[in-house]
């Protein structure tokens, strides 16, 4: 587990603290209500406003509760995300270590990780000149396919943080 929030973790705990907050609020002011209506007896207009302030904060109580849950939905998918796109790095990079270390491509393990890695690096192989010295080869466009599966996982997650935070109204 990192030590740091990410950003969509922060903003989920921001919400879950205001919602405490909005909560803590509306169960206070009903108490209070509850005591100034024990020792008056307010009119029908009074009491007509006090209907409406009770519907909108429980209103606004609901309206929270349903965004956090849509929030903590974006967070989970968003940490199953992190943790597919970080098995791929983690298998580009093992296939970029062993291509330049000159692995042998008999070696089982070579050729697991050969079949395994295959459809993500299908689309660049060949796309631009590997170097090399010896049988140790850089493959360059495994590298390039590293870091268009890095955009891709922060376009995702940009998109998941769309779906996580509150919508202002304009």
Same mark, same amino acid.
């Given at each position: 587990?990192?030590?740091?929030?990410?950003?969509?973790?922060?903003?989920?705990?921001?919400?879950?603290?205001?919602?405490?907050?909005?909560?803590?609020?509306?169960?206070?002011?009903?108490?209070?209500?509850?005591?100034?209506?024990?020792?008056?007896?307010?009119?029908?207009?009074?009491?007509?406003?006090?209907?409406?302030?009770?519907?909108?904060?429980a209103?606004?109580?609901?309206?929270?509760?349903?965004?956090l849950?849509?929030?903590?939905?974006?967070?989970?998918?968003?940490q199953? &995300?992190? $943790?597919?796109?970080?098995?791929?790095?983690?298998l580009?990079? #093992?296939?970029?270590?062993? @291509?330049?270390? =000159? +692995?042998?491509?008999?070696?089982?393990?070579?050729?697991?990780?050969?079949?395994?890695?295959?459809?993500?690096?299908?689309?660049?192989?060949?796309?631009m000149?590997?170097?090399?010295?010896?049988?140790?080869?850089l493959m360059?466009?495994?590298?390039?396919?590293? &870091?268009? $599966?890095?955009?891709?996982?922060?376009?995702?997650?940009g998109? #998941?943080?769309?779906?996580? @935070?509150?919508? =202002? +109204?304009?």
């Amino acid at each position: 587990m990192e030590a740091t929030q990410t950003p969509v973790a922060g903003d989920n705990a921001r919400r879950i603290s205001q919602h405490e907050a909005v909560k803590a609020k509306f169960e206070r002011d009903a108490q209070a209500r509850i005591a100034r209506e024990s020792t008056q007896a307010p009119g029908s207009e009074e009491k007509a406003v006090a209907a409406k302030l009770r519907e909108r904060a429980a209103h606004e109580v609901v309206e929270s509760e349903s965004e956090l849950q849509r929030a903590r939905g974006a967070t989970r998918l968003s940490q199953f &995300v992190d $943790y597919g796109f970080y098995l791929i790095y983690g298998l580009i990079g #093992l296939e970029i270590v062993l @291509e330049f270390l =000159a +692995a042998r491509q008999s070696s089982g393990f070579k050729q697991f990780l050969d079949t395994v890695t295959t459809p993500f690096l299908a689309p660049f192989k060949g796309l631009m000149a590997d170097p090399s010295v010896g049988s140790m080869q850089l493959m360059l466009s495994y590298v390039a396919a590293l &870091v268009v $599966y890095a955009l891709l996982h922060m376009a995702v997650n940009g998109l #998941l943080r769309l779906f996580a @935070e509150k919508k =202002a +109204a304009i």
